[in-house]
């Protein structure tokens, strides 16, 4: 974990070190973002904008290449446990926004209580206000309480002790604390890609070529993160897509073999907005609701026809689903608690419509039970 090493929780060290790596992935688009911020305009005070084409920006993120939208939408769950965030003007920010606006702080994300604390427990032991359950960076890294916390259940944990509700708490707290830096100083924006081997680390822009690329190589892509940021800025969604698209090309062109296709990045983008199981736990709830109307009120086949189509309907989401997260990760989805479950629950699914279709005992009219007693084992249940 990072806690410790790259998140000091005394407030001086943190303020110092996130005010370091902002001056330096900063440098290169200070020129447009200081004139874009003269005219004063802001992303705050533009229309919603698309950010399509900089969500489909490759990233490197806990080991796998992946695109920015992904990213920027499990950061945003994990610091806030949302997929998005109401500040407090009232402005709603979506995963892609928030991961722009931080970078070129175009919003006062210290200050925002954005950083979800989910033990009430830990919060009254911090002393913070027991009504919120979001609390700000500024406020939690300057809790010399966390600190003490999260350093006694790191050596808990070490020494493989159980650790207490509020220090696991306060484990998650430091961890999402630790993301949320690495989003404000860009340490976590890994989007230049390894010249040569899949296994070499990602570097940020603000390290330029980082030894990987010579600096002519280099300079496209620093050209058009300025573009990026200045039309973001300045609320410019036709500009800020352009300029994101050619910066996306511009890093495959520096490694074409490391850096994904745009077929593997687009899928991606389409399951994140697609969001296939979602339809079906919404087609399975209405499928239920009008399953159990027709057998309440004995409508028959009619009715109880158009709850199992509906279900199939969503059983097709569910396929669609999981095929898509297979060809995406590269492998069937059984290797964590979330995918084992959608995986076990479409079974049950699939097998329980195949035995309701092959054996439809409770919802047959009384010809079909006759039909039915005739080439099985015995009467049906009395209506």
């Known amino acids: ?12 060290d943190a303020l110092r070190e996130l005010h370091s790596r902002r001056l330096k992935i900063r440098a290169f688009i200070f020129a447009a973002v200081v004139s874009a911020l003269a005219s004063h305009l802001s992303a705050a005070d533009a229309p919603d904008l698309d950010f399509k084409q900089w969500g489909l920006l490759a990233i490197q993120d806990g080991g796998r290449r992946k695109p920015v939208d992904t990213f920027a939408k499990d950061a945003l769950i994990r610091i806030t446990g949302r997929s998005t965030h109401a500040d407090k003007t009232g402005k709603k920010w979506r995963p892609n926004d928030f991961v722009l606006s ?31 359950r979001r609390f700000s960076f500024t406020q939690l890294t300057g809790s010399a309480e966390l600190q003490r916390l999260a350093t006694e259940a790191q050596s808990l944990k070490r020494a493989e002790k159980p650790l207490t509700r509020a220090q696991q708490e306060a484990l998650s707290v430091s961890d999402r604390l630790t993301l949320l830096a690495r989003v404000m100083d860009g340490r976590a924006l890994l989007i230049v890609p390894a010249p040569a081997n899949e296994t070499d680390p990602w570097v940020e822009p603000a390290l330029g070529g980082s030894g990987y690329y010579a600096d002519a190589q280099f300079a496209p892509i620093q050209t058009q993160l300025q573009t990026v940021a200045s039309a973001y800025v300045q609320g410019d969604g036709f500009n800020l897509n352009r300029a994101a698209n050619q910066l996306r090309e511009d ?25 296939a199981f979602y339809r079906a736990i919404w087609c399975y709830g209405i499928a239920l609701v009008i399953l159990i109307t027709a057998h309440l ?22 396929a669609a689903g999981i095929v898509m997260r297979c060809m ?24 329980g419509m195949i035995f309701f279709v092959r054996y439809p005992v409770a919802g047959a009219s009384n010809a079909d039970c006759h039909a039915f007693e005739h080439r099985s084992v015995g009467p049906c249940a009395a209506r």
Do not use: C
Not at 297 to 309: C, D, E, F, M, S
């Open 102 to 132: 931080a970078l070129i702080e175009t919003h006062d994300w210290k200050n925002e209580p954005i950083v979800l604390i989910s033990s009430g427990q830990l919060v009254e032991q911090l002393g913070l206000d027991k009504t919120q």
């Open 297 to 318: 009120r004995k409508r028959g086949r009619a009715l109880q026809n158009v709850g199992v189509a509906v279900a199939i309907v969503g059983l097709a989401f569910q």
């Open 328 to 351: 995406i990760a590269g492998r069937p989805p059984v290797t964590n608690m979330y995918e084992s479950i959608i995986w076990v629950s479409f079974a049950v699914s699939f097998f």
């Open 1 to 12: 974990m990072e806690i410790i090493s790259s998140w000091p929780l005394a407030r001086h």
């Open 251 to 275: 890093l495959r062109a520096l490694s074409p073999s490391i850096y994904p296709r745009d077929q593997q990045l687009r899928l991606e983008y389409f399951y994140n907005h697609f969001e």
